[in-house]
């Protein structure tokens, strides 16, 4: 078990550097030119071969590799094109509000998602069951932005329930009035996520419980007296959950590299938009820090995902 | 003895996607005693796995039940209601099924999943007391070791094992109906013969409903012989009567099919063609299509329920030695 871990650490370790490496010479070869955008044309000459110098960017690539990976060895991500913070700071800051939208959205796309799709699965075919799944073919083709300025148009603008954007109210409130400020900006921005999160749960808990429920097992539990919600609850349940584990597992790897279409519609100041603003901005190193956290959440909510599946059915051993 | 389970012209049918229903279960008539063990056997696809999912009230969505009573110690089971039947399911009738290899869930210790009918159907037992019941079962079953067998799964069990937790599963209530659903047909000779032993040991604490195509099995366990063709029950009678004189051109074709010490070399005896498709029933008997003495009549007209012995009956139009006035279906 600590042996097949380790291996898997040092696994996601080398799919981390390949995804960083990718990352770094991706943004290299963009046709643009990040100077451009960096020095003020007003700087003096002296001052601009500073700056280019201070960046690094008067190194060949191979070069900035080595220092970019020597910094990333050394806990340094290096500081922002644009206002020349340290990077790890920048995404420090934005970080929570995305694991704050991501965790609002995993709980409740598990607590409403699950029920419904148990729901369907014993409602095969009929009514309840085609409703559900037209809602959930709908949930999973819906374009993000689409809904999001459809949930704009008719809370924000048309009742006014909710703000049209940002975080909380400048200036911070204090005390509980800040979290109720906070939560009403959070709750637009989560619906549109949790649509089509929780369509994703409620089709693989649905698909997977149906296969479940033609198992002999389960006729075998019916045999011995259970009712139906035993059934469902000891014997098919947790059978079913794997699929919907893994998925609500990838869910949640990249879902910490933020929305960025979602947050930056409603100027959700996450790592998404952090993104979307980098990429503006032509903010390399930025870019880089985001497209690191994206990987190291990705590999590791991949290896809790293994070993929660582990957990749940012990025929699977964990193996390469 | 008093009758625990009592078929009276029981029929069930399946509905097909265009909401016809197709007979299978045909006016099925028979009864086993308490304390003895009856045998149902015939080719596959002849309604016996049906029979006995119809008496554990676990038969699939599209199953529609067209007639007739399954008397339990007097009361019809097709009568009650879903709770009624959930207290007597695993308490009062348990059933063991064909496959061992799917019928345990994957995610629970055998140990669990024997215990968990006790659990269900006397709620009071302690924790400590199912844990012991449970090791005591898997003891009886002859599962060597059995503190440490409860907390494995059923992944870590063999074939063999499994059926015999199984049997232990089904055996934790003491019911006093066990129905077995081809339980060794799965298994290889050697565990056969040991599950086999298992199940005699059984009819002394209640009743026993064989239900195989293997006669080996039958001629080893039971008393009785039910002998189903096409969803029709074609002879009946005991053990004895059955194997020695059969009546029944079907009956009579599945012993001579039946390899013997004594045969040589010359090909065994095969019942030309196979089960007819439950769309395809004929209107008469529907064993006519494969019969050698098939008459006019028995194509288009349905044969009757004949009474030849004490308790041997047979449904068919020939005419017997020893047969009586034609048995009504009716006053069984």
Known sequence: MGRLLLLRTSKGLLTIFVSITITFFILRFMPADPISILIDPKMGPEVQAQMIRRFGLDKSVPEQYFIFLKGLVTGDLGLSFKNQQPVIEIIMQKLPWTLLLLFVVVVLSLLVGIPIGVLAARKQGKFADKLINFMVTLGISVFLPFLAFGFLYIFAYYFKLFPTGGAYTPPPKQGLAYYLDVAKHAVLPSLTLFCSHVASVVLYTRNSMIDVFNEDYIRTAYSKGLNEPMVIRYHALKNAMIPTITVTGLMIGTMVGGAVMTETIFAWPGVGRLIYDSVSAMDYPVLQGAFLILAVSVVVMNIITDLVIAWLDPRIKLGG | MSRLIEFKNYSMGFRDEDGRVHNLLDNICFSIEEGTAVGIVGESGCGKSMTSLSIMGLLPPSVVIQGGEILYKGTDLLKKSKTEMQEIRGKEIAMIFQ?????????????????????????????????????????????????????????????????????????????????????????????????????????????????????????????????????????????????????????????????????????????????????????????????????????????PTKQVDDRHYVQCWLTFDGEGADYDNNNS
């Open chain 2, 99 to 303: 496959e061992p290899m799917t019928a345990l869930n994957p995610v629970h210790t055998i140990g669990f999943q024997i215990g968990e009918a006790l659990k269900i159907h006397f709620p009071d037992t302690s924790k400590e007391d199912i844990q012991k019941a449970v090791i005591k079962q898997l003891e009886l079953v002859g599962i060597p070791n059995p503190e440490a067998r409860a907390m494995q799964y059923p992944h870590q069990f063999s074939g063999g094992m499994r059926q015999r937790a199984m049997i232990a599963m089904a055996l934790i209530c003491q019911p006093k109906l066990l129905i077995a659903d081809e339980a060794t047909t799965a298994l290889d000779v050697t565990i056969q013969a040991q599950v086999l032993d298992l199940m005699k040991r059984l009819k002394e604490s209640g009743s026993l409903m064989v239900v195989t195509h293997n006669l080996g099995v039958v001629a080893e366990l039971c008393d009785e012989v039910v002998v189903m063709y096409a969803g029709r029950v074609v002879e009946r009678g005991s053990l004895e009567a059955i194997l020695d004189h059969p009546l029944h051109p079907y009956t009579k074709g599945l012993m001579a099919a039946i390899p013997t010490m004594t045969s040589g070399d010359e090909e065994l005896y095969t019942i030309p063609g196979s089960v007819p498709n439950i769309e395809n029933f004929e209107k008469g008997c529907r064993f006519s299509p494969r019969c050698e003495y098939c008459l006019d009549k028995c194509k288009d007209d349905v044969p």
